[in-house]
């Protein structure tokens, strides 16, 4: 008899993550191996090489699977090579429109590798779906979507661009890493894949690179099976096991995220010192009440205007209990400059076109107490 698990949190501890039926070991095992025996020519017991399979990637698979509601969840080595992965699916002369303000990486791997090989790419301001509308050409066979977007947290609304590009036979990718399953599951809404640096939220521990594709149908999951195969940019074993432990307290963690976050963004939303809040949560965010609509928490990515590199520095300078760091979703609080880290590379021409300023400051609150995180961000401002 198969018991349905309806609730998240039930699901994202027990999805994949049944206890080993070998010994009975409630946490999955990680099998740290290369090769498996064979018992005759063509007979084995379901494993051959491990750039092809290995059962505790097996495990994350399922489980990434049932949190985001798809049939398949290809994991790799980073949130970059599950991109890149997605991306190989098509072929030269293909077109993607995608959101001009995206991570850094992600541009970075279109512009510089991938337009080598004859795909071409149109940015536009998503959170307009006429801009997308406008940008689709005769070739385009993707839409490459973040929402809220990297660092200025802009959304798109995914029910409409999934349905204008269905319209014309174009697939719609998601980029969730942000809110995480937990606050936002694009498939609902009609996107056809969703990527996630599992890094970030999923394994919310600091510890791990990984990145996962979520897919809407077997014969997208049959295509990145086969580039796991061909390219081996698979997940190891043991960062396997790190993402599923991690999983285990989703829940509960984004819930502490969110209320950290929404509690850090009202704070600097009436701080002297602070410009301007960007963070979906607070109701003078243009896109408010699709963030209400779309998703249920509002999460813990806030950036922040300082007004100047030199503000900026300034502070950055004096945070403790923050860690100026890159990357995000640990259960520490992260704490970063988008200007000269994750996106130096897309030059200072795209980040004034698209609003990144050398003065903003972007912020992965994370779940220590709220009450620690607004002491340091207090005393570091007071440099500025």
């Known amino acids: 008899m198969t018991i349905q698990l309806s609730g998240f949190a039930t699901r994202a501890i ?62 790799f080595g980073s949130g970059m090579a599950a991109i890149n992965a997605v991306a190989t ?32 790419f149109t940015y536009v301001d998503t959170s307009d779906v006429d ?21 200025l947290m802009e959304l798109c609304d995914l029910r409409a661009i999934c349905d204008l590009s269905h319209q014309r036979g174009i697939e719609v990718v998601v980029d969730n890493t942000f809110m995480s399953p937990y606050f936002q ?22 510890d791990g690179l990984g990145g996962v594709v979520v897919c809407t149908k077997p014969e997208q999951a049959e295509k990145l099976a086969f580039l796991q195969k061909c390219a081996g940019a698979i997940l190891s074993p043991f960062e396997c096991w790190l993402i599923l432990r991690g999983v285990k307290t989703l829940a509960v963690r984004m819930e502490q995220h969110d209320r950290n976050g929404r509690q850090v963004a009202d704070y600097l939303s009436k701080h002297k010192k602070v ?41 950055l300078r004096k945070v403790r209990v923050c ?8 259960v520490e609080t992260l704490i970063s400059h988008p200007a000269t880290m994750t996106h130096a590379g897309v030059g200072e021409e795209v980040r004034r076109k698209i609003g990144i300023t050398d003065g903003m400051v972007r912020i992965s609150v994370g779940i220590e107490d709220v009450d620690d995180i607004l002491g340091d961000l207090d005393q570091a401002l007071a440099a500025i």
């Open 14 to 75: 027990h999805v994949g993550q049944e206890p080993d039926p070998l010994t009975g070991a409630v946490s999955v095992p990680i099998y740290p191996t290369s090769t498996y025996a064979q018992e005759e020519i063509g007979k084995h017991k379901g494993y051959e090489y491990a750039r092809v399979s290995n059962p505790t990637r097996d495990r994350l698979e399922t489980n990434l699977a049932a949190l985001e509601g798809g049939v398949a969840a290809p994991v």
């Open 275 to 315: 410009r301007k809040v960007f963070y979906p949560g607070l109701s003078n965010h243009p896109q408010h009440e699709l963030a209400k609509r779309q998703m249920s928490g509002f999460g813990s990515m806030i950036a922040f205007e300082t007004g100047s590199l030199e503000n900026a520095n300034k502070m």
């Open 131 to 151: 801009n997308v509308e406008r940008a689709i050409q005769k070739n385009t066979r993707l839409v490459f979507l973040e929402t809220p977007t990297n660092p």
């Open 323 to 330: 860690s100026l760091a890159e990357s995000l979703g640990g």
């Open 185 to 206: 599951r694009p498939i609902e809404f009609g996107a056809d894949m969703v990527v996630h640096s599992t890094t970030k939220f999923l394994n919310g521990h600091s």
């Open 89 to 120: 699916m098509l072929k030269a002369g293909d077109h993607v429109v995608a959101g001009h303000n995206l991570y850094g990486g992600t541009p970075r791997l279109f512009n510089q590798v991938l337009a080598n090989f004859g795909l071409t």
